[in-house]
T-cell receptor
Framework: GAGVSQTPSNKVTEKGKYVELRCDPI?????LYWYRQSLGQGPEFLIY????????DSGLPNDRFFAVRPEGSVSTLKIQRTERGDSAVYLC???????????FGEGSRLTVL | AQKITQTQPGMFVQEKEAVTLDCTYD???????LFWYKQPSSGEMIFLIY??????QNATEGRYSLNFQKARKSANLVISASQLGDSAMYFC?????????????FGQGTRLTINP
């Protein structure tokens, strides 16, 4: 497709489980971002990739969160030992450059029971 | 301190009327960018309009315009001739080079409802 694709759209898991969320950016976009949006809030920055490397991971809340982008295209956000407070919509965005317009996907809604 | 403040949790407007969504920001950078995004119930964030801090003219994109008042640090979104499809959450966001030009900081949003 032409836009940013995120899977799964919905994920329900139990506390303590491991979760992976996938993002397929717009073809050719070198920059990829993950944001987290809690209920009633605006999105909060998690991590930014330029190519394959995480150029800025200052928004990751703790070491249970990790993200990879091994070939500079698809990215996976990984959450270990999930907690109820991790429940949120995880948004992925891509852009043609570091300061270009961000194009967002529809998000992955994570619910931790 | 909040970087982006949107003081209107919800707005209700009659179809075809104009509506102004408020946004104030806080930065010590001289160069920065301001954005408005629309988030319909599908969840996707849709870019609407951008204003650079050095832009002398207020940004316009179709029915959207940005009322940029630099001295007041405000960047209000104006939607003219509102339509039922404008009902959505609206987020103001800022990019500050000193905080990492790749980051957008978002406000808490305003839920706009257009009544027929």
């Amino acid at each position: 497709g032409a836009g940013v694709s995120q899977t799964p759209s919905n994920k329900v898991t139990e506390k303590g489980k491991y979760v992976e969320l996938r993002c397929d950016p717009i073809s050719g976009h070198t920059a990829l971002y993950w944001y987290r949006q809690s209920l009633g809030q605006g999105p909060e920055f998690l991590i930014y990739f330029q190519g394959t490397g995480a150029a800025d991971d200052s928004g990751l809340p703790n070491d249970r969160f990790f993200a990879v982008r091994p070939e500079g295209s698809v990215s996976t956000l990984k959450i270990q030992r999930t907690e109820r407070g991790d429940s949120a919509v995880y948004l992925c965005a891509s852009s043609a450059g570091r300061t270009g317009e961000l194009f967002f996907g529809e998000g992955s809604r994570l619910t931790v029971l | 301190a909040q970087k982006i403040t949107q003081t209107q949790p919800g707005m209700f407007v009659q179809e075809k009327e104009a509506v102004t969504l408020d946004c104030t920001y806080d930065t010590s950078d001289q160069s920065y960018g301001l954005f408005w995004y629309k988030q319909p119930s599908s969840g996707e964030m849709i870019f609407l309009i951008y204003q650079g801090s050095y832009d002398e003219q207020n940004a316009t994109e179709g029915r959207y315009s940005l009322n940029f008042q630099k001295a007041r640090k405000s960047a209000n979104l104006v939607i003219s001739a509102s339509q039922l499809g404008d009902s959505a959450m609206y987020f103001c966001a800022m990019r500050e080079p000193s905080q990492g030009a790749q980051k957008l900081v978002f406000g808490q949003g305003t839920r706009l409802t257009i009544n027929p």
